[in-house]
Each structure stands twice: as C-alpha cells, then as structure tokens.
C-alpha cells in the first residue's frame, strides 16, 4: 500500500519559514517525479512545486516562484521530497499535500492530472 506522509506544517508569522518533508512508503520513489500542491478553503488545489526523478530540474507556479525550493533526498535512500518554504505571506495559508508522480521515468508535469499518489495533507497557517 502507498503512503505519503507530509509533516512540518504549523502556524508562522508573516516573513517566516517553514520547512515540510514528505516520506513515501511502499512506492518505487527512485525514478519518480515528485510534487506539492496546496488548497486553500473555498480554492482549487495547485500545483506549486515540482521536481523531476533526477533531481535535476524543478519548477514553481509564479505565486511562490523565489521563495518556496523542492528538493529530494540526492540518493533517494530516504524516499523524501522537501518543500523549504521563505518569505511566508497570508496567502500562502493552505492544506499542503506531497503528490507522487503517475509513472516512472517520464518529464515532470505540472498538471495535478499527472499525479498519481497524494498524502493527507499538512496544514500551513501563516498570520499578518
């Protein structure tokens, strides 16, 4: 059975940070692209973070582009993908969910289409 686990959501003060990790279970994370989206109330879930099953490219919607970096562990002995959160605003306030990729080896995708798995979801509160 394939689990996604989120944590490090919390409630921070505009301007701070938050680091959220994501471990996948009973999943071939190695070869996989991996993804974090959000939801806000009464909001369609976005995609904001992406990153490819090298590692090697990522990609951000433009609400967080140069304040939020996805990062996965580099020999994926840990099957965890990271979302290092800066700069937090209001807005940002969401439910925070890891998305892994609908099969192995193929381009990131920055359609939530694209993915197959979802975790739970960890909650992100960010105060003015």
């Known amino acids: 059975q394939v689990q996604l686990v989120e944590s490090g959501g919390g409630l921070v003060q505009a301007g701070g940070s938050l680091r959220l990790s994501c471990a996948a279970f009973g999943l071939t994370f190695s070869g996989r692209a991996m993804g974090w989206s959000r939801q806000a109330p009464g909001k369609e879930r976005e995609l904001v973070a992406r990153?490819?099953?090298?590692?090697?490219?990522?990609?951000?919607a433009d609400s967080v582009k140069g304040r939020f970096t996805i990062s996965r562990d580099r020999d994926n002995a840990k099957n965890t993908v990271f979302l290092q959160m800066n700069s937090l605003k209001p807005e940002d306030t969401a439910v925070y969910y890891c998305?892994?990729?609908?099969?192995?080896?193929?381009?990131?995708?920055?359609?939530?289409?694209?993915?197959?798995?979802w975790g739970q979801g960890t909650q992100v509160a960010v105060s003015s």
């Open positions: 998305a892994a990729a609908r099969g192995r080896f193929v381009p990131v995708s920055e359609r939530t289409d694209d993915y197959e798995y």
């Open positions: 990153i490819s099953w090298s590692g090697d490219s990522s990609g951000y």
